[in-house]
């Protein structure tokens, strides 16, 4: 069954750090295009970081509001997805999910999209809370 988990979220003050955890079940991640979306309270859902399949390109993405803070990972010999968010700032809270692109060999940037569209992600995880405030 194929399932995605995430973990590490809570309530932190701002300039702090938080390290998510996406770990999948039932697909190698390593194959695929993963991606973290956020959305905040009355805002749409938007594409935080992702990290393209190593049979693609294995390009990476960042949001401009997020490049220089957070670091997107992967382990592929635990299946797991990881974004270490630093600097945290109060815009950053969101509910954070993790996603896997439905096409083996993805990349995150295809075509004309400037950045990953979630409707392309296939597989997503339930969300985590991610908080900042002091």
């Known amino acids: 069954q194929v399932q995605l988990m995430e973990s590490g979220g809570g309530l932190v003050q701002p300039g702090g750090s938080l390290r998510l955890s996406c770990e999948a079940s039932?697909?190698?991640?390593?194959?695929?295009?993963m991606a973290w979306f956020r959305q905040g309270p009355g805002k749409e859902r938007e594409a935080v970081s992702c990290i393209g399949s190593s049979e693609g390109d294995g390009d990476i993405f960042y949001a401009d509001s997020v490049k220089g803070r957070f670091t997107i990972s992967r382990d592929d010999d635990t299946s797991t997805l990881y974004l270490q968010m630093d600097s945290l700032k109060p815009e950053d809270a969101a509910v954070y999910y993790c996603?896997?692109?439905?096409?083996?060999?993805?990349?995150?940037?295809?075509?004309?999209?400037?950045?990953?569209?979630?409707?392309?992600?296939?597989?997503w995880g339930r969300g985590i809370q991610v908080t900042v405030a002091s």
């Open positions: 996603a896997a692109h439905e096409q083996w060999g993805s990349n995150c940037i295809e075509g004309h999209h400037p950045s990953p569209p979630p409707d392309l992600y296939r597989q």
């Open positions: 039932g697909f190698t991640v390593e194959y695929y295009a």
